[in-house]
């Protein structure tokens, strides 16, 4: 299993593997490979699969000596991945796209280890993008991708997300698991596993503006590298106002999810698919100038469908916000309404989908 660098890339990984895992692999025969600099060396170990981290960092699109030193570094990534592959022999390798996933696929092209792409976006990343030519077949999760030989499988998810429940009842335990109040509305921000700086300003302006809403929570993700600096900037807020809370990384999204009226996100692709398997209304807030455009494609499938709201990046800040919300909380039956059509794209079992096409291409052991 290789790439990473954010829970985007991550999370959909570890939900293949558990899919090999129930499928009847040894956890011990699935390996990843990261980068040092990713998140995936706490979530790895953390899910019971070894991992080896690569040295290096991501090129940028500029030149410049940082660049000169990240080729240098990508080199002796691609290097130590040919010793490694060559020493496991794997049956397959799969990439989901990230820094890693370049030398480990430079890897598997050398000692003829067949690849499998597995494309969360509908814009491909630019790793397997440049891998599609040479690889054996490619999960996709939106139709119309541009990869060869794509199947459409669907987003892999953590089995957690594919679990929600969002009954009443569900979600009034989800709430006093969380620690809110029974009677408040809440709506929960989250700006991915780094954070985004659009969401954390304007969500601080919404929590002034709704500082006397006393039947409304909000639970904020800030991301970790924005923790320190948001949390000195937390809004003073009136006794019996508004709850206001701040996290720098949520480990229960599961828990978030069930308990949330409706979210504010990016529109990552592991997002969205988990949006979708949750059967919750959003206000997406597509990340600018992402590659391809691709936050802008998975946040467009989401809003045509209905599930979702579409703000444009450029047009946030907390007024913006409140209105938005205002609406939306104002009015039950349409955030009903939205979270039947976000479920109703949901594909619970893509993990597994992938895991058999793996299955299918990966080549038996001497």
């Known amino acids: 299993?290789?790439?990473?660098?954010?829970?985007?890339?991550?999370?959909?990984?570890?939900?293949?593997?558990?899919?090999?895992?129930?499928?009847?692999?040894?956890?011990?025969?699935?390996?990843?490979?990261g980068s040092r600099r990713g998140i995936e060396g706490r979530l790895v170990p953390a899910a019971g699969f070894p991992v080896t981290l690569l040295p290096g960092r991501g090129l940028v699109r500029r030149a410049d000596r940082a660049n000169l030193l990240a080729a240098a570094g990508l080199l002796g990534a691609t290097a130590m991945a040919i010793v490694l592959v060559g020493r496991w022999r794997p049956g397959a390798v799969v990439s989901v796209g990230g820094y890693a996933a370049a030398p480990a696929v430079a890897a598997a092209l050398v000692w003829r280890v067949p690849v499998v792409l597995a494309e969360a976006n509908a814009v491909p990343g630019a790793v397997n993008r440049l891998a599609g030519r040479f690889a054996a077949a490619a999960a996709v999760a939106f139709p119309g991708t541009p990869l060869p030989r794509a199947v459409v499988t669907g987003n892999p998810i953590r089995p957690a997300m594919a679990a929600i429940e969002r009954s009443p009842q569900a979600r009034r335990e989800a709430r006093v698991a969380l620690g809110y109040p029974e009677g408040v509305r809440l709506v929960a921000v989250a700006g991915g596993s780094l954070g985004a700086g659009r969401l954390n300003e304007a969500v601080l302006d919404l929590a002034r503006g709704w500082a006397d809403r006393g039947?409304?929570?909000?639970?904020?993700?800030?991301?970790?590298r924005n923790a320190d600096g948001l949390a000195r900037r937390r809004p003073r807020l009136p006794p019996g106002?508004?709850?206001?809370?701040?996290?720098a990384f949520e480990e229960r999204m599961d828990l978030l999810y069930a308990a949330a009226d409706v979210t504010v996100q990016r529109a990552g692709a592991s997002t969205v698919a988990e949006l979708a398997a949750a059967g919750i209304p959003s206000v997406l807030v597509p990340l600018p100038r992402s590659p391809g455009g691709h936050q802008e494609r998975n946040a467009a499938a989401l809003a045509a469908a209905g599930g979702a709201v579409v703000v444009d990046d450029a047009a946030l800040d907390g007024d913006r916000l409140m209105s938005v919300l205002d609406g939306l909380l104002g009015d039950p039956g349409l955030l009903e309404r939205m979270g039947a059509a976000s479920r109703a794209l949901a594909v619970p079992d893509a993990a597994a989908r992938v895991a058999a096409l793996v299955e299918t291409h990966a080549r038996r052991p001497r």
């Open 241 to 247: 106002g508004l709850t206001y809370r701040q996290v």
């Open 1 to 33: 299993m290789a790439g990473g660098g954010t829970a985007g890339h991550v999370t959909p990984a570890l939900a293949i593997a558990g899919a090999l895992v129930d499928a009847g692999h040894d956890p011990r025969s699935i390996h990843f490979v």
């Open 215 to 224: 039947d409304l929570a909000v639970h904020h993700v800030v991301g970790e």
